[in-house]
């Protein structure tokens, strides 16, 4: 049966993912190179060459699967699925690698000359490339046991560089709370893959889908449901697992709480979403995923509202935008998928942008009290240009591209008969605009009298601009971003019989 | 083969206990204790479900175990660094301690 099976598909990761890994084992050791040669910066151009390689290998990834609807199985240990684990890309997947690779090559950038400071680069770039290559696996995973190695991957090195900065209290304190919670939900996803795995004798995804896809709700499945509502939702920060994330994300580094915000928590949704549209019918999730939304947006909105240290608030309203992707979830239709995917990932550049350039600001104020940094935004122009497009963005202004997922996501909510989703969605986003709108007229009312501050350095402010470039882009023209995420969620909730049979036949 | 149902109430007891641990006691390492009985509770639940064939074992579920014994290890690892940074901060692993981060 080995035997058969043709010999170069053995031993071959997705090409994304084996570049990540190599340049992430590999940057300790370049680094040092560098050092002991004294060549300047010689880390930084191999970080930028490893994660601009990536994004070069997902387009060649996307072109390598040929038609929208076209699958790619990638069987690196040799032995074919169900049995063996395998990678299995389809159109959903390569739209979460583009978003972890396109804001990963972004964040990269950013940090050459926001870590400078704080040092240990060698650690830290090794991290976040490992941190890539866990979403990136778990995003091409074909089967749960892949899903799981590289699910504890990217957890393991998001726990590191939350408490990065260890000669502070505050991250350690996040970081140990962070730790508690993610690990008690990975527990929770072992378990329910431990039932999974005794009602269906499989791991692999389409395996199990042709097995227990439609099959009556029992006691059993029910349990499981939970069990996956937990396993996945404290990565993805629903409302009352969402404890850990207003600490974790404003404690990390600047680059890492835009990574963090901006696609981890995503991760977990993506995983969320794909397993239980493979095993579970959308009438059955409708109803609780639903409840889980409204309760989530409307609690982190009026906790948002409370804060005063702009980082944390932007952590909040992380937790709110989850709420909106929630939606499309719960609708059950390609349309609402469709939705999510998109505001997956406008959020990755809105939420993206909106912490790198206050993480610019903070870097340069050094301080992340919002009445402390009254009048910063009139000496820094262009930083704080660019957080209120990404502000606006979140709050869903026209034009932005947090609109038209936005707009996606609430019409979903009406299509699919549930008019109430649509407006606790729409009133949510009013209010949300209430501290967005306090933290821009913070920023631009006259400064008081002393202060002194300079415009970020070249490097930051020129990622920075380059996103808000996009967010305004994708606003008005936002045609490719929607054709992607359609085939994406198409690919989910249609093409599901396809995803089957391209394992089972 | 063997009887899966005693596993799986020793499993949910396990489970009960991890959570209870993490719910109830301060110290920070008898917390992570508490998570390495989770891991452990799930461990046995698989390598009891994978014996229900009669005459067979499944390797799937045994190499998952193993992989997710390694993958736990790990987490507890880089738990047990940051308890020795709080211990370097606060002078203490009373996690009653750490609750200066709230709201």
């Not at chain 1, 390569?94 to 972004?106: D, E, Q």
């Not at chain 1, 707009?407 to 008019?419: C, E, T």
Request: proline share 5%; aromatic share 10%; hydrophobic share 55%.
């Amino acid at each position: 049966m080995v035997a058969d099976w043709p010999l170069n598909q053995a031993l071959q990761l997705p090409a994304p993912l084996s570049i990540l890994l190599i340049g992430a084992l590999a940057t300790p050791f370049i680094g040092l190179l560098g050092e002991r040669l004294g060549v300047r910066r010689l880390r930084e151009i191999w970080v930028a060459l490893v994660s601009s390689s990536t994004l070069i290998c997902v387009y060649l990834l996307e072109q390598l699967r040929a038609r929208p609807d076209g699958i790619l199985l990638i069987t690196p240990w040799g032995q074919p699925p169900p049995s063996g684990s395998c990678f299995e890309v389809d159109a959903l997947s390569i739209f979460m690698v583009w978003s972890v690779a396109f804001l990963g090559l972004l964040v990269a950038i950013y940090s050459f000359s926001y870590m400078e400071r704080i040092g240990r680069l060698n650690e830290y770039y090794t991290l976040l490339l490992f941190m890539m290559a866990g979403m990136t696996g778990v995003a091409m995973a074909g089967d749960f046991f892949t899903l799981f190695v590289f699910w504890e991957m990217m957890s393991l090195s998001s726990y590191v560089l939350v408490a990065f900065m260890k000669e502070r209290w505050a991250p350690i304190e996040a970081g140990f709370k962070y730790l508690l919670m993610s690990a008690t939900a990975g527990a929770f996803l072992l378990l329910s893959m431990s039932f999974i795995y005794g009602m269906t004798g499989t791991l692999n995804f389409a395996q199990l889908s042709a097995g227990l896809r439609g099959a009556p709700p029992t006691p059993w499945l029910i349990v499981l449901f939970s069990c996956l509502i937990v396993g996945f939702g404290v990565k993805s920060a629903i409302v009352p697992l969402h404890t850990w994330l207003p600490d974790a994300h404003p404690e990390a580094p600047s680059p890492i709480s835009a990574m963090l915000s901006g696609i981890v928590i995503e991760t977990g949704l993506y995983g969320l979403t794909r397993v239980l549209y493979l095993i579970f019918t959308p009438d059955l999730f409708h109803i609780p995923l639903s409840a889980l939304a409204v309760l989530t947006m409307t609690m982190a909105n009026i906790w948002a509202l409370l804060q005063r240290d702009i980082k944390r608030l932007l952590a909040y309203s992380s937790i709110a935008q989850m709420g909106y992707m929630l939606i499309g979830v719960a609708s059950g239709t390609s349309y609402g998928v469709m939705g999510t995917f998109l505001h997956v990932f406008n959020h990755s550049l809105m939420k993206g942008l909106a912490f790198l350039a206050s993480g610019s600001i903070v870097h340069e104020a050094e301080t992340r009290d919002i009445e402390s940094l009254r009048g910063v935004g009139r000496m820094m122009p262009i930083s704080t240009l660019t957080l209120f497009i990404s502000l606006l963005g979140l709050g869903g202004v026209p034009s932005t591209n947090g609109f038209v997922s936005k707009f996606i996501l609430f019409n979903s909510a009406i299509l699919v008969g549930a008019p109430w989703l649509a407006v606790a969605g729409v009133l949510n986003s009013a209010f949300s605009m209430a501290y967005y709108l306090r933290v821009m007229k913070a920023l631009i009312s006259r400064p008081e009298a002393g202060l002194r501050v300079r415009e970020a350095p070249t490097l930051m402010v020129s990622v920075t601009v380059v996103m808000a470039v996009f967010i305004l882009l994708l606003g008005v023209w936002p045609e490719p971003a929607l054709k992607y995420a359609s085939e994406a969620s198409r690919a989910l909730v249609e093409g599901i019989q396809n995803y089957i049979r391209a394992v089972v036949f | 083969m063997i009887p899966y149902q005693p596993f799986i109430i020793s499993t949910i007891l396990l489970m009960a206990i991890g959570l209870g641990c993490l719910m109830v006691r301060r110290d920070m390492i008898r917390l992570l204790m508490g998570i390495e009985i989770l891991f452990n509770a799930a461990n046995l639940n698989f390598i009891a479900l994978s014996a229900q064939v009669e005459g067979f074992v499944d390797p799937l579920a045994q190499s998952v175990v193993m992989m997710a014994i390694v993958l736990d290890g790990a987490v507890i690892a880089v738990g047990l660094a940051m308890t020795l940074n709080v211990y370097r901060h606060y002078r203490t692993v009373d996690v009653r301690r750490l609750r200066r981060l709230r709201w």
